[in-house]
């Protein structure tokens, strides 16, 4: 079992920056593929990127490269987005979610947080 706790959500003007962190419980984290998802409303729940359990393999969508990055810390089991240069269209809920193997699609992953709004103003 893993619990996923979000946090670092705002509101924030356009060009800013964030930072959201998830906790995670249960000695499994470090044996878990880490990710970000957004959903917006009324859209799809969106990969945004994911981590290896090393952290040596980072994937962003490509809207976000360059922008975001992905960062673990076994020893304190937490998982970190940075992001950069926010757009409005970045504006939604943001979910930690953890899995087993390299996959960008949310229904492979097992245990999700309960999710952290961000939204970006113009």
């Known amino acids: 079992q893993v619990q996923l706790v979000e946090s670092g959500g705002g509101l924030v003007q356009a060009g800013g920056s964030l930072r959201l962190s998830c906790a995670a419980s249960?000695?499994?984290?470090?044996?878990?593929?880490m990710a970000w998802f957004r959903q917006a409303p009324g859209k799809e729940r969106d990969f945004v990127a994911l981590?290896?359990?090393?952290?040596?393999?980072?994937d962003y969508t490509d809207s976000v490269k360059g922008r975001f990055t992905i960062s673990r810390d076994n020893a304190k089991n937490t998982v970190s987005l940075q992001m950069n240069s926010l757009k409005p269209e970045d504006t939604a809920v943001y979910y930690c979610?953890?899995?087993?193997?390299?996959?960008?699609?949310?229904?492979?992953?097992?245990?999700w947080g309960q999710g952290t709004q961000v939204t970006v103003s113009s």
């Open positions: 249960g000695r499994t984290f470090g044996s878990r593929y």
């Open positions: 981590i290896s359990r090393s952290g040596g393999i980072t």
């Open positions: 979610a953890a899995g087993f193997h390299y996959n960008r699609d949310y229904r492979e992953y097992n245990y």
